[in-house]
């Protein structure tokens, strides 16, 4: 029964409607919108339990006063499927895959696999990195000045929050229109690197295999100048020791599970963008010395194609999701929608906001959307409300979260690894800059957790441990940083459980 949200539905009685399949599509954008002015939240799966039997008496027929125009009246068809889903318990159920994109704007670039460019094409991209990197540093449409825009000088970007993704999806599109500005390029976009596949062989010479710094990015950085990045060139790993990486960091699991969530969720808590932002971070501890530096990662030419690829699997969450319109993404969220909301949906330095960007112009030449029968998605949790029946399986992975880490003591990005009779089993690499006191974001985000999910076999009747690792910070305090230094984290273990 499930359909882009905001479209007309064919009604038909469904005996176990759940929200994410069934009941979410029953509120359009128009009567979403109309009963938040009125204080009433239809767009969220707690605002329509909440809300439910005012719901069912508003709504149903032959007198019914909602939605107040004749066209969005509800059939007894869909009451009762409305009562069912009250009857049952307010299930919350799993979100069907989705098509393509339907209900967002049309879209009017399209970017593809760097690997299957023509040559043409290829040349066209050096030509507009090429353009952009001779540019003035001090002009504000030069690679040094939006390169800055994310480390240094002005670190803007948005790390560990609902902004994230959204904020790197604007950024991409300001650079894009950077490089289509080089004259002749006009027509560029920016491609991405599946980072599934080895660092492509295009990425690896001039102009885009590295970058050298014109100007000191430090020296005007706020409240006070950074010493350290002048000169500078940006580093990268072998080839091999970035694939070896990305499989040791997790990126690959964590983008799998991500890609799977039925929820946009919260995070440190549960979600697409709780293991979207693992794995983002894991890729940029996997590509090398430059990517894994807050301060300057983004002076690296492979941040925009491998951020390119982060903005590729969002839509293609999107898509499985059904969440590519507003109120299609508004439905996944749960309780917090106030970031899509003035004041707090800004994107500094950016005037596109937070709930603009929902709805991209982008299209790509592929997205990770599988057929129907293989699309199935998951909202495993570790708790579920008694009145619902729920079931955890043996197939299903051990959530193993390392709790509690206070991020602000330690001196740069880090390595969390869990070790099973003191041998590795996995670990998470976390993302950010050299001095979190002094980052506004991190701060707000100080205490962090990082989720590790793992099959049951792997862990029992084993000896578990965790350790942080500062790398880079050897000589100061040695390669392992001390747990009672990182505010003694915690770890929570346990069986996921989902609706039966």
């Known amino acids: 029964m499930a359909t882009t949200p905001g479209s007309p539905t064919t009604d038909q009685v469904v005996a176990a409607p759940t929200y994410l399949a069934d009941i979410r599509f029953f509120f359009r954008p128009e009567d979403v919108d109309h009963m938040a002015a009125k204080g009433i939240e239809l767009g969220t799966y707690d605002g329509v339990k909440k809300n439910a039997l005012a719901i069912l008496a508003q709504t149903s027929p032959p007198n019914a006063q909602m939605p107040p125009d004749q066209a969005g009246k509800w059939s007894t068809d869909r009451v009762q499927t409305f009562k069912n889903w009250i009857v049952n318990g307010y299930p919350l159920g799993t979100a069907t895959g989705g098509g393509p994109p339907a209900g967002g704007p049309a879209p009017t670039r399209l970017r593809k696999d760097v690997t299957t460019l023509t040559d043409a094409e290829f040349t066209l991209l050096k030509t507009a990195f090429s353009g952009l990197m001779a540019r003035d540093p001090a002009a504000a449409d030069s690679y040094f000045a939006l390169a800055g825009q994310h480390g240094l000088p002005q670190s803007w970007c948005l790390h560990h929050e609902d902004r994230f993704n959204p904020w790197h999806r604007q950024y991409l599109i300001e650079f894009e229109d950077a490089l289509r500005s080089v004259p002749g390029c006009e027509t560029v976009t920016l491609p991405y690197w599946d980072i599934t596949t080895d660092l492509p062989d295009r990425l690896q ?33 072998s080839v091999a020791t970035i694939t070896q990486n990305v499989k040791d960091f997790g990126v690959l699991t964590d983008i799998a599970t991500s890609l799977t969530q039925s929820l946009w969720g919260s995070y440190n808590v549960n979600g697409y963008q709780d293991f979207s932002i693992q794995a983002h971070d ?25 951020h390119c690829n982060i903005d590729r699997l969002w839509l293609s969450w999107q898509t499985r999701a059904q969440a590519t319109t507003l109120t299609g993404f508004r439905s996944t969220l749960g309780t917090d929608t106030g970031w899509l909301t003035a004041p707090f949906n800004a994107l500094p330095p950016f005037t596109t906001t937070a709930d603009q960007t929902i709805g991209t112009t982008v299209s790509y030449d592929r997205l990770d959307v599988p057929g129907p029968a293989e699309s199935a998605m998951e909202n495993l949790t570790g708790s579920t409300d008694a009145a619902s029946p729920f079931a955890f399986r043996s197939a299903d992975p051990v959530s193993v979260r390392v709790k509690g880490i206070d991020r602000l003591n330690i001196p740069g990005s880090f390595v969390v690894t869990l070790l099973a009779d003191g041998e590795p089993v996995a670990k998470r690499y976390f993302f950010q800059p050299k001095t979190p006191r002094k980052c506004p974001t991190c701060v707000k985000h100080g205490i962090i957790n990082l989720d590790f999910r793992l099959p049951q076999e792997q862990l029992q009747d084993r000896t578990l441990s965790v350790r942080i690792d500062v790398p880079g910070h050897s000589e100061e305090i040695g390669t392992a940083f001390p747990l009672a230094q990182a505010g003694n ?12």
Do not use: C, E, K
């Open 205 to 237: 010479h001039p102009p885009l295999d590295q970058y050298v710094l014109p100007a000191d990015p430090g020296a005007n950085a706020t409240p006070q100048p950074v010493t350290g990045y002048f000169p500078y060139t940006t580093q990268r790993f």
């Open 489 to 500: 984290p915690t770890v929570n273990a346990r069986l996921l459980v989902q609706d039966a």
């Open 282 to 306: 894991g890729g940029h501890g996997s590509i090398g010395p430059t990517m894994a530096d807050q301060n300057v990662s983004s002076f690296d030419p492979v941040f925009w194609f491998f």
